[in-house]
């Protein structure tokens, strides 16, 4: 799976022609070709044949940031600079929404794109009948090689690559090394991550009551299988039940943010399929971040919310991550799956990644293929399933049983805690009693916590091998 919809070196970019260019990006577009795409693209392409010409290097259109769900116009790897385009082509003026737009993909690609940490990035954005007449070209304050983004229009856009070239000084870079580079936050993004929740705790963020207790114990039973795993190099699941409102979401989070240790090689991560909750949960947790800025006089505004994209993800970027390199593994050794119950089955799994990504030969669930994710770490791993009770299993959704038969299947290996309840009808896990019967090394021996007015379960003590 290629992260851009095209790409090629400048001077084979010049070389091609316009419709071969078109046809590919069409290609790789996973939606229906609307004629202002179209358009755009061509007007893209015509205006960049005009000003690359006095340079070498590569071009990539629709080009992925890693797990971020959001595509950059164009990627230009000029010598020692990687320029970030933004096209609002026929626009007259810049709007504010599309400046914060190319400075977010820069923040991104400098906080999370492996070969881009220690890289000079220019983010321009390009309005292209707009009156500008010079650009202003600077630094942050940080020293962190990332430039404020650059106005520019059609005609200045040849004089800005140029201003920008000469204005720093580093490396050239190795588009081939550069395209390789995975999904990893920088060291300062971890530390942010770990300041998030600085001054909370579980108890904190929740009622203070008995169930606040018991969300701290199951966070603290789901770390111990975490720590366990790491010391004698193991590979474990583990299903964490409750019934909505049960705070399954909060353990997951606080797992996650526990869990980061930049001078151990330790990241976690929180997975969920539910675009809106992870667009809620971001937006929370930055918003938390500005205010304590606020009230110690910083301005945190842009960095806040790159911070909490580090450990709040779409479950579907982290599967599409997965897909370019089949053998690396994630940087995170801890996953948290949200509602991992709605996971997809084998076939809705395998038609999405015939439709939409080209495999056409794909033959795993959604639930396999996650864990063989984690699966490729040569050493240990942790996954965690967030499973919600009493609720109706859709249509081309996995439930429950097919992450226990995937184990069975593909990695009879794994380590496997489970709850008590797990084989509850409300669970919709008929099947599971069957294969847990035949485990050969099934330990009897169970703890797990009840709630009165809501109900976790985590088995801290009883695993399969």
Not at 136 to 164: C, F, M, R, Y
Not at 228 to 257: D, H, M, Q, Y
Request: charged share 25%; glycine share 6%.
């Amino acid at each position: 799976m290629r992260r851009a919809y095209y790409s090629d070196t400048i001077s084979d970019f010049q070389k091609r022609n316009n419709d071969e260019i078109l046809g590919k990006l069409a290609q790789g577009n996973d939606f229906s070709l609307e004629q202002t795409q179209r358009n755009a693209w061509l007007e893209e392409i015509r205006i960049l044949k005009q000003v690359l010409q006095p340079y070498n290097g590569s071009i990539y259109f629709e080009y992925s940031i890693p797990r971020m769900g959001r595509r950059i116009d164009v990627v230009l790897i000029i010598s020692s600079v990687i320029f970030v385009l933004e096209f609002k082509v026929g626009e007259k003026e810049f709007p504010t929404y599309a400046i914060d737009q190319v400075w977010d993909y820069a923040l991104d690609l400098k906080n999370f794109h492996e070969t881009s940490h220690h890289s000079f990035i220019a983010p321009i954005l390009i309005a292209t009948n707009a009156k500008v007449n010079s650009a202003v070209i600077s630094t942050t304050l940080h020293n962190d090689k990332l430039l404020i983004p650059i106005k520019s229009n059609e005609g200045l856009l040849s004089q800005v690559l140029a201003d920008v070239l000469n204005f720093v000084d580093g490396d050239e870079i190795n588009s081939t090394l550069w395209e390789s580079g995975r999904y990893q936050p920088t060291p300062n993004i971890i530390e942010a991550a770990m300041a998030l929740y600085s001054g909370h705790s579980v108890q904190e963020i929740s009622r203070s009551d008995a169930s606040a207790i018991n969300l701290s114990q199951t966070s603290d039973a789901v770390s111990e299988i975490i720590q366990f795993s790491k010391e004698n190099s193991a590979k474990s699941i583990c299903f964490v039940t409750g019934v909505p409102g049960a705070g399954k979401t909060l353990v997951g989070l606080n797992i996650a943010t526990k869990h980061i240790d930049k001078d151990n090689d330790l990241y976690s991560v929180f997975l969920s399929g539910n675009g809106p909750l992870v667009d809620i949960l971001r937006e929370a947790l930055a918003r938390d971040k500005v205010q304590r800025g606020k009230e110690r006089g910083q301005k945190v505004k842009k960095e806040a919310m790159s911070e909490v994209k580090m450990f709040i993800q779409n479950v579907h970027n982290f599967r599409d991550e997965g897909l370019i390199d089949m053998k690396k593994p994630p940087i995170e050794h801890v996953a948290l799956f949200d509602e991992a119950q709605r996971a997809w089955d084998l076939q809705q799994t395998a038609n999405f990644m015939h439709r939409k990504r080209g495999h056409s030969n794909f033959h795993a669930s959604e639930p396999e293929f996650l864990i063989s994710c984690l699966d490729r770490h040569p050493d240990w791993a942790v996954v965690v399933c967030l499973v919600g009770g009493g609720q109706e299993i859709n249509t081309g959704e996995a439930g429950i049983s097919e992450w226990i038969e995937a184990l069975e299947r593909s990695f009879p290996d794994w380590h496997m805690y489970i709850s008590s309840r797990l084989t509850d009808s409300e669970y919709g896990t008929e099947k599971v009693s069957e294969i847990i019967k035949g485990h050969k090394k099934l330990h009897s021996k169970m703890s797990y916590i009840s709630l009165s007015q809501c109900v976790l379960f985590v088995q801290s003590m009883c695993h399969f091998w």
